[in-house]
């Protein structure tokens, strides 16, 4: 008798072999991440048109389901858990986070209120307690689970724009745009995109945007803002994502607090140096700012997505992003929608909590250093091999410059190409430039050593062409 699919799903959950089955693909996945190149073959990336076929009209087994995903898409992945992807500033995953996503995944939690998952809020509540902790953050603020750092900083913006209004007699939510008060925004021009999008998406309009020259390392100049009022949103980086550079929080963050403007700390990456002791020095005055964007799996090395908005000024925070609705149930435990533009999510926190709780205070502080002291041994070795460093070594970012600009691109599609190791391109001063993030925990003197004999190859290669 053919079986519905209802009773299909009840037998596979009863059974479990097809659990067992991913769990088999996943653990060959991690055995062979090491060996593999950093990016797909050609051929792997050829492969993948065998997944393009029109909608079935019936059910596909499970199990062929599976086999297809990792025998055509798992040699297609970028090993980014692995110790030599560069690319962008994307961590690795700390293994006890995995293996409490994968737990929660069966959960399948809707993370909005306390009553749709009591777990999720009651973790939610440790983690924010932790985070303000580890980041020397007042007892008031509060932390708003969300993808990445694009959503975290169009929270903590909205929550900006919601407060000055508020201040000046105006409320945004009831009357728009149309008459309000203007609002400032001052920010470097090393500003990273997700903040022009956040701008734009809430109104501002980027043209608005008052920028401020930065130095060479990409910090802004402080003796060139302006005076800064109650009207003003100030937004500084702690961590450019070129050169890994910190605006001087100190300065600005205090002059802000003077004169009663909002100031946002883009950290996504580089907030966690406040976690390392040898490095805490980077993020000295942050905590008089009003909101922060941070990413747990940049730095942190947790799995995708895991971004948090951290703000001083809950009303603000609750009242730019609240819904409300006759079915829905607030209590007196934390409903984590109240933090997000998202009703509706996932339970990252749980991935979060458990990779905090793992590290620990030591563990985060050695995870930390250990990705800056992998980049300064980047930048020398580099160095010692005759390529041009741009700039200061001062976190995990490292920017590296040819003599002759037109070989910067085909030498980082040489690189790209040959497996070895994976970097990304930019443009500094205007200039091309090959940029590396150190942003794996898996990453051993060995790889970096490795990935610099790549550059040295890629270069004989492309001036021999």
């Known amino acids: ?64 389901i599976l086999s297809e995903l990792h025998h055509i898409g798992s040699p297609a992945t970028v090993a980014q858990i692995g110790g030599r992807y560069f690319g962008l500033v994307n961590g690795a995953i700390v293994p006890a986070g995995l293996a409490a996503r994968w737990l929660s995944d069966f959960w399948d939690q809707n993370a909005a209120l306390y009553v749709t998952s009591p777990i999720v809020s009651v973790l939610e509540d440790i983690t924010q307690r932790w985070l303000r902790q580890l980041f020397t953050l007042p007892d008031n603020v509060v932390a708003g689970f969300v993808s990445g750092t694009s959503m975290a900083t169009f929270c903590g913006l909205a929550a900006a724009r919601y407060r000055l209004l508020r201040d000046l007699g105006w409320d945004i939510n009831k009357q728009g745009f149309h008459g309000a008060p203007k609002i400032r925004i001052i920010a470097g021009r090393g500003a990273h995109a997700t903040v022009i999008k956040a701008v734009a998406l809430l109104g501002f309009g980027t043209d608005t945007v008052e920028w401020v020259d930065t130095d060479k390392q990409g910090r802004i100049k402080t003796d060139e803002v302006p005076d800064l009022d109650s009207h003003t949103i100030l937004i500084v980086q702690a961590g450019n994502v070129n050169s890994g550079a910190f605006d001087d929080l100190s300065t600005l963050c205090a002059r802000a607090h003077a004169a009663q403007a909002w100031v946002h700390v883009d950290g996504a990456f580089g907030l966690w140096a406040a976690g390392a002791e040898k490095l805490k020095h980077l993020t000295q005055g942050m905590e008089t700012a009003n909101s922060f964007s941070v990413d747990g799996h940049k730095t942190l090395n947790t799995p995708y997505d895991n971004g948090i908005v951290l703000c001083n000024d ?73 390529f041009n460093v741009l700039n200061d070594v001062v976190f995990n970012q490292v920017l590296v410059g040819l003599d002759n600009d037109e070989l910067t691109t085909p030498m980082i599609e040489h690189i790209q190409a040959s497996g070895e190791c994976w970097v990304g391109g930019g443009v500094w001063e205007n200039k091309p430039v090959i940029r590396i993030s150190v942003c794996s925990w898996a990453t051993t003197k060995e790889d970096v050593t490795r990935s610099v004999n790549a550059f040295v190859v890629a270069r004989e290669y492309v001036i021999t062409q």
């Not at 997000?340 to 709780?357: C, D, H, N």
């Open 314 to 386: 809950k009303d603000a925070l609750t009242h730019a992003l609240q819904a409300s609705g006759a079915y829905i149930v607030y209590g007196e435990h934390r409903d984590g929608m109240m933090y997000t533009p998202e009703m509706s999510r996932r339970a990252r926190v749980v991935e979060l909590w458990a990779t905090l709780k793992y590290l620990g205070r030591c563990g985060i502080d050695e995870l930390v250093y250990g990705l800056h002291e992998r980049a300064v041994q980047f930048a020398c070795e580099l160095e010692d091999n005759g």
């Open 1 to 64: 008798m053919t079986l519905s699919i209802r009773d299909k799903m009840f037998q596979e959950m009863n059974e479990k072999h097809i659990f067992e089955q991913a769990k088999q693909y996943a653990y060959e996945y991690a055995d062979s991440i090491s060996n593999r190149g950093v990016y797909p073959t050609h051929n792997a990336l050829e492969n993948l048109h065998k997944l393009d076929k029109p909608l079935p009209i019936q059910s596909t087994s499970t199990q062929n």
